[in-house]
């Protein structure tokens, strides 16, 4: 199936480091998201970003709409040992092959942080 | 707690076997959507029902069925179980029908081993 291309595809790094990680398609996007998941649950919503362009912070995570609508990043500052789990980004298509919305998912970045 | 609750939580069975799971939407939402996960294909959307009719099917197999209930719980029916059946099915909930400004609440995955 499609697919977004996800970058880095795990990342390790000490406790108070800054991470960024980020999505890119070919396609465009009218809906970006980034979830989390860990061990043993599904995946929580994070950020979602609805415009091109749009900056949205929720606590230590920035994520942003590219301009071009085919990328988002994600941000999160002075990352602290909890912040441990995949990372997901979700881009809704403004046209996909069928005559519905449905989500494309990035294959996630492993984040790993050492206290 | 996203409010959407699937179970079993863990499944065991053998090859050829037939297998049901269950979920359960957050209250008030109408859609549900099935995803498989596996590692090394990420989060595959598979089926999306709303107010108890098929909306979307993505990658889900001929083996594979869903339902939605009047009461708006959905199941996913897996048959003749092969190896590969193996991985994380997530159920996720949404308020409308398209997902678009709603984004998805997902529950924590009912985890199916096929040996």
């Known amino acids: 199936g499609q697919q977004l291309n996800q970058s880095p595809q795990s990342m390790f790094i000490q406790e108070g480091e800054d991470v960024s990680m980020n999505c890119t398609s070919s396609?465009?996007?009218?809906?970006w998201l980034w979830y989390k998941q860990e061990p043993g649950e599904g995946p929580v919503l994070l950020i979602a970003?609805?415009?091109a362009g749009e900056l949205t912070s929720n606590g230590r995570l920035t994520a942003q709409f590219g301009i071009t609508r085919k990328d988002s990043f994600l941000n999160i500052s002075a990352s602290i040992p909890s912040d441990v789990g995949i990372y997901f980004c979700?881009?809704?298509?403004?046209?996909?092959?069928?005559?519905?919305?449905?989500?494309?998912w990035g294959l996630g970045t492993s984040l790993a942080v050492n206290p | 707690d996203s409010g959407v609750t699937q179970t079993p939580k863990h499944l065991i069975t053998a090859t050829g076997q037939r297998v049901t799971l269950r979920c359960s939407p957050r209250?008030?939402?109408?859609?549900v959507y099935w995803y498989q996960q596996s590692l090394d294909q990420g989060l595959q959307f598979l089926i999306h029902?709303?107010?108890?009719?098929?909306?979307a099917k993505g990658n889900i197999l001929e083996r594979f069925s869903a339902q939605q209930f009047p009461d708006l719980h959905s199941e996913l029916n897996l048959s003749s179980l092969e190896l590969g059946d193996s991985a994380l099915y997530f159920c996720?909930?949404?308020?409308?029908?398209?997902?678009?400004?709603?984004?998805?609440?997902f529950g924590n995955g009912t985890r199916l081993t096929v040996t």
């Open positions: 996720a909930s949404s308020p409308h029908r398209d997902g678009l400004n709603s984004p998805l609440h």
């Open positions: 209250s008030g939402d109408l859609s």
């Open positions: 029902y709303y107010n108890g009719e098929e909306r």
């Open positions: 396609s465009i996007f009218n809906t």
């Open positions: 970003l609805y415009k």
């Open positions: 979700a881009g809704q298509l403004v046209r996909n092959a069928g005559n519905n919305r449905k989500l494309i």
